[in-house]
């Protein structure tokens, strides 16, 4: 059955420092990976996604991922964070079975930016 | 180019009620799919709907109910509304098939009281 741990429920930091969230997953085959983004009372908007290919993926706002099949592991990253990035950030695993449109989603990572 | 549309946005029913929830899907998709966000969690899985019919279905009761139109649109029907399922409701739309991305609505908050 496939799962996705995220360590960290909140996460503080300072205005232009660098942002990594940690996100592992379990799945019995090569998942599609994704990364969400959740602002108070919003609904689900798509950072980023993997597929196949190169595993360093580019999204948007500047943010990237890296899967890694060794470690199970697709953590998001951003060099240098805005304070418009506050938000909740959750990670996803689609099955490729299921064509992709069922997902499982962690608990989320709820960010602070300090300024 | 309209995304996602819910309605309502928010609603407030007693327990043992029902409740209907409302999807448009962003325009030229065909499947919708159902998830329910309980406060400080992440969305979990009710059901996907494409040709009119439930494709696959998450660990819900059959108190969650579902139906798409012809037009694509959707709704979610839940029976005899238990405290606990009190939630925010995303739907979303995508194209059929691997690899297409999937986009959600911002929601309908259910509480039952």
């Known amino acids: 059955a496939q799962s996705v741990t995220q360590p960290d429920i909140h996460i503080t930091v300072s205005e232009g420092a660098s942002l990594e969230l940690r996100c592992n997953y379990s799945?019995?085959?090569?998942?599609?990976l994704f990364w969400y983004v959740q602002s108070p009372g919003q609904g689900l908007q798509l950072l980023l996604k993997y597929f196949s290919g190169d595993t360093l993926v580019q999204g948007i706002k500047g943010f990237e991922a890296e899967f890694k099949r060794s470690q199970s592991s697709f953590n998001l990253r951003k060099p240098s964070v805005h304070w418009s990035d506050a938000a909740e950030y959750f990670c996803a695993v689609g099955a490729r079975r299921d064509g992709a449109n069922n997902l499982f989603f962690g608990t989320g990572t709820r960010l602070t930016v300090i300024p | 180019d309209a995304g996602v549309t819910q309605s309502p946005t928010h609603l407030i029913k007693t327990r043992g009620q029902q409740v209907t929830l409302r999807c448009s899907p962003k325009s030229g998709h065909d499947t919708v799919s159902w998830y329910q966000q309980a406060l400080g969690q992440g969305p979990q899985f009710i059901f996907q709907?494409?040709?009119?019919?439930?494709?696959q279905r998450g660990n819900f009761p059959d108190r969650f109910s579902g139906h798409q139109f012809p037009n694509y649109s959707s709704e979610l029907n839940v029976n005899a509304l238990l405290l606990g399922d009190s939630a925010l409701y995303l739907c979303a739309s995508s194209l059929a098939g691997l690899g297409n991305t999937i986009y959600f609505g911002e929601g309908s908050w259910l509480t039952v009281v």
């Open positions: 709907y494409y040709e009119e019919e439930e494709r």
């Open positions: 799945y019995g085959a090569t998942p599609y």
